[in-house]
């Protein structure tokens, strides 16, 4: 489109100077080379023009890319700022919810410290149950008593009984042997005697259950102790001997033994 103008425009040019008279005509070559001129300043023009078109536009295109490649930076500075700041934010709730639960565990430990050492009445009332399961047998609830009747209150007899590590099977066991020991007993009698000392009737069958004990020769000791400070008949001692708990077989073993 821009070489047809300067055509038209190199002709104009003849066509002027054609106008300047027959002479004008005659010398035609020196108005060709003007007009060559011309149109090579013209083509030379829009070469610089286009040149300059095509700068401009790189330019552009390197200020665009250049502007898009300083916005992904800083988008991506963006995002790295803002990851880095959730991670110390993280961290930072972590190391507290950590703290806290260090100073609830800090704080729980305390208390039950100061829980299991308990009151100076409280620890006089475990000294004295510790010295009592020493030198003889009770039950749980049998041992809470004992302290009541040396003064304590219940709650610091019950803390006391609880504080203390005591097998309370084994206890009945000690409890069995001990009866056993210094007075005649039926099997069911002696197992009542446990659960009336507190012992549950789990732990008193069991602990007669081990004993290793001759009933019909307890029921013999317990009809010399009958026949001793009180005068009975023979059917009346098999009857005593039976509310005692021992089998019509034993009693009457024992009365026989007796001679009665």
Known sequence: MRKSKKMLSAAGLI????????EAVETDEPVLEVAEEVEAAETEKAETEEKAEVETAEKEAAEAEEKAKA?????????????AEAEAKALAEAEAKAEEQAKAEAEEAESQAAENAGSASQQQAIGMAEDYIEYTAF????LVEQLEFEGFDNADATYAVEQIDVNWSEQAVKSAEDY???TPFSQSGLVEQLEFEGFSNADATNAVGVLT????EQAVLAAQDYIEYTSFSRSGLI??????GYSNADATYAV???GL
């Open 15 to 22: 066509v002027l100077l054609s106008g300047c008279g027959q």
């Open 71 to 83: 916005e992904a930076e800083a988008k991506a500075t963006a995002e790295e700022e803002a990851k």
């Open 139 to 142: 039950s749980q609830s049998g």
């Open 180 to 182: 056993i020991s210094y």
């Open 213 to 216: 004990v001759d009933w019909s």
């Open 239 to 244: 009857e005593q001997l039976e509310y005692e």
């Open 256 to 258: 026989d033994a007796i």
